[in-house]
């Protein structure tokens, strides 16, 4: 089956060298032709990134740079940018870096290690009592390139509305931020909206969330959120008196019971994988076996999918790599596609500041990838409406507060409106096909099948409007044998071989990827892209489409390296060290690992490099061997990261006040640095229902007596009186009057 390629027809020029490469191979793995004027290596690395460009042996020629629609270039690149945006007004060109331009930390040398510990990711990963653990493979490079590939393209598309181009000055560490596991912004719902920097300073206690038991042939893991996953476990189990207690139902409460960790302990020790996998699943428990990445490149999922594909070497021979992250009207895009030939229309005149003004998206999305695909529209300037059910809400709705609102649900879902609409109903369904027929973009990341069980499959979208851009996420893709299986973060990298990979040598139990949200923040961009590129192929043909993306391809795609580790140079060593303080630490990354050659280059006496650290405050400890040509950073905690001078510099974080919060909202400012575009509004994100009438009123021209029929049959669901009865008392307790 083949399928136009949604960027068939768009020009991109590629002068990236490294671990940001990726960033163009999503545009070319969408169809558009990039042209990279960068040597290859014929290192695996250089193969998984640049797969699908056109690689050119030369210097880039001006020729190249004048017909591109977008340039990718290090900032230090010497291209004449104000002579090429004069010339091509629509043009987007991107410089992007480790740390951006203009800041204390512009001429810094980074690394993997190095974005993980000025990021905040760093000081979450680990055991308490124990040192910071460096996350494993890639990952702060390879979702930073994802955020990358997400902001040319939305600037692209703006450009292409409007005829202005844009320059974008992208740094690897504001993506790093963004898109693997931001401290400011929506968490998952086992924190119960807390922001991640009110959590503990240290590191979590060992596997308290997300627990992973012993089974008779390895390891399982389950991930009880909702109350009714828990009243499916204890069904499962038995029931057993001890655990009947309506608290249970509290996820603290499971937790802290060692009596019940002992119980589940028991009560898997003797079934096997496949079988509690099976019986988990038939009894509403979300629960995946521990598998190691080489077991899921191999499993049934991966070979029914065809998420592997092979490709030529420079020397001829042929590897194996993944064949895209993302499926275009259920055809992958992968590195094997004919030449786009379709050609981009001429750019508009519309009367746009930002990517998405004038869309109407609906947001059916839930928990952290559904909620950041819809923000990334939001934030663009869409109207998204997040569609809600009192019956089913969100999980993010679950909260400290007694609301359902919270500070990272208010970063996670601002500039959104809210409708409550029972979709069970027969009148809902009418009433949300109404509103299919108005959007633009529907985004969901329900199980697959439940749409159709809704009777909204996408066969009835599309009929209903055949503009429709859809672009779903699920945990393991909406085919294969895996499809059905309810799948969350902590599952996706249990079955992925991930959770195996994050623990430290000497303990083979110190899994540490229990606080993490990867890689909900990073899928919900690509999820995000992959309606972009749809509405970017809207534009030339009048139709919409479907795009899907799946976490678990999300994360064997950016552990790409581990398919042919013997055709990877070797990795720099990077290493902890204690700094002067309380439990600061200063990462160090060099070519060599050796600590001697480290120590000559810097000042002072000591007898060893950890000597050297330890004696100096991290930031400092940093700087010094930054001066000296070494990779290193300071541990930074998610608290230090709003007033640290890099994020003061850039601008990182905005603070917003919520009219139902008592506590600031703090969030990421904008994607990237833009010159022109300006940032994101500032709407407070809705309570439950909050919009329903105006909502209805505005897309579908409702009066006010048909709105109240509606509310009147539960069809429509406003906010309810409880819940502002609630804010009034929650306010008055918090004020003390």
Request: glycine share 10%; aromatic share 6%.
């Amino acid at each position: 089956m083949s399928v136009e390629r949604p960027l068939a027809g768009l020009t991109v020029v590629d002068l990236v060298e490294g671990p940001l490469a990726p960033i163009t191979r999503y545009l070319a793995e969408l169809g558009a032709r990039v042209d990279r004027f960068v040597p290859a290596t014929g290192a695996f690395a250089d193969i998984a990134a640049n797969a699908g460009k056109t690689v050119h042996a030369g210097p880039v020629t001006n020729t190249a740079l004048r017909a591109a629609d977008i340039i990718v270039a290090p900032a230090s690149a010497a291209i004449d940018r104000d002579a090429l945006a004069a010339a091509r007004p629509a043009l987007v060109l991107m410089d992007v870096s480790p740390f951006g331009t203009g800041n204390d930390l512009s001429d810094w040398q980074a690394s993997d290690a190095v974005l993980h510990a000025l990021s905040g990711t760093l000081s979450r990963s680990g055991i308490r009592g124990r040192a910071p653990l460096l996350p494993p493979g890639e990952l702060a490079w390879q979702c930073a390139a994802a955020q990358g590939a997400y902001v040319v393209l939305a600037a692209c598309y703006r450009a292409q509305r409007t005829g202005r181009g844009d320059r974008i000055d992208f740094s690897a560490l504001d993506g790093a931020m963004q898109a693997l596991d931001p401290g400011y912004g929506i968490n998952g719902s086992a924190t119960m909206g807390r922001p991640a920097h009110l959590l503990s300073r240290d590191r979590p206690a060992k596997g308290t969330q997300y627990p992973i038991f012993a089974c008779a042939d390895g390891q399982v893991r389950i991930c009880l959120l909702a109350p009714r996953q828990w009243q499916g476990m204890f069904r499962w189990m038995g029931e057993p008196a001890a655990f009947a207690a309506p608290e249970f139902a509290k996820i603290n409460v499971r937790q802290q019971s060692e009596a019940l960790q002992d119980a589940l302990a028991a009560f898997f020790a003797t079934r096997t994988r496949a079988l509690l996998e099976a019986e988990g699943q038939a009894h509403g428990v979300p629960i995946a076996a521990l598998l190691s990445f080489d077991e899921f490149a191999a499993s049934e999922q991966a070979a029914a999918r065809r998420v592997l594909t092979d490709v030529a070497r420079t020397d001829g021979g042929r590897v194996k790599l993944p064949d895209g992250m993302l499926t275009i009207d259920g055809v992958r895009m992968g590195p094997h596609h004919p030449a786009g030939a379709a050609g981009v229309p001429p750019p508009g005149g519309e009367d746009v500041a930002r990517p998405f003004e004038g869309l109407k998206v609906i947001d059916l999305g839930v928990i952290v990838v559904g909620a950041e695909a819809g923000r990334m529209f939001a934030d663009g300037g869409a109207d998204v409406i997040k569609i809600e059910s009192t019956a089913f809400p969100d999980g993010t709705r679950q909260s400290y507060l007694p609301y359902g609102l919270s500070a990272s649900f208010a970063a996670g879902h601002r500039n959104k409106r809210s409708l409550g609409l029972d979709l069970r109903s027969d009148a809902g369904r009418a009433l949300f096909l109404d509103l299919v027929r108005q959007a633009d973009v529907l985004l969901s990341n329900f199980k697959p099948g439940t749409m159709d069980s809704l009777g909204l499959g996408a066969d009835i979208l599309a009929a209903t409007n055949p503009r429709l851009v859809t672009a779903d996420s699920s945990a393991f893709g909406a085919t294969g044998p895996w499809a059905q299986r309810l799948g969350y973060g902590p599952l996706v990298r249990a079955a992925t071989g991930l959770t195996g990979m994050w623990r430290y040598a000497d303990d083979p139990d110190s899994f540490s990827d229990a606080v993490t949200v990867y890689p909900d923040h990073v899928a919900g961009r690509i999820s995000a892209l992959g309606a972009l590129a749809l509405l970017i192929r809207r534009r030339r043909t009048g139709r919409g489409g479907a795009a899907s993306v799946s976490q678990a391809e999300v994360m064997l795609a950016q552990f790409a390296a581990l398919l042919d580790p013997a055709g990877n140079p070797a990795e720099s060593a990077s290493t902890m060290f204690p700094a002067a303080g309380d439990d600061e630490w200063c990462v160090v990354t060099r070519d060599d690992g050796d600590d001697d050659k480290v120590l000559a280059l810097l000042p002072g006496e000591a007898a060893t490099l950890a000597d050297w650290i330890a004696a100096r405050e991290p930031m400092a400890a940093a700087a010094a061997l930054q001066r000296a040509g070494i990779a290193a950073a300071p541990m930074l905690r998610v608290g230090d990261l709003p007033d640290s001078a890099y994020c003061r510099a850039r601008g990182a974080y905005r603070t917003d006040v919520h009219p139902h919060l008592v506590e600031p909202v703090i969030s990421e400012r904008r994607t990237a640095a833009f010159a022109d575009a300006p940032d994101p509004a500032a709407r407070p994100a809705p309570l439950i229902g909050e919009q329903t009438r105006e909502v209805v009123a505005e897309w579908l021209g409702l009066d006010a007596d048909a709105i109240a029929a509606l509310v009147e049959s539960g069809t429509l669901q406003p906010t309810e009186a409880s819940v502002f009865a609630a804010i009034d008392a929650h306010r008055g307790t918090a004020t003390g009057s």
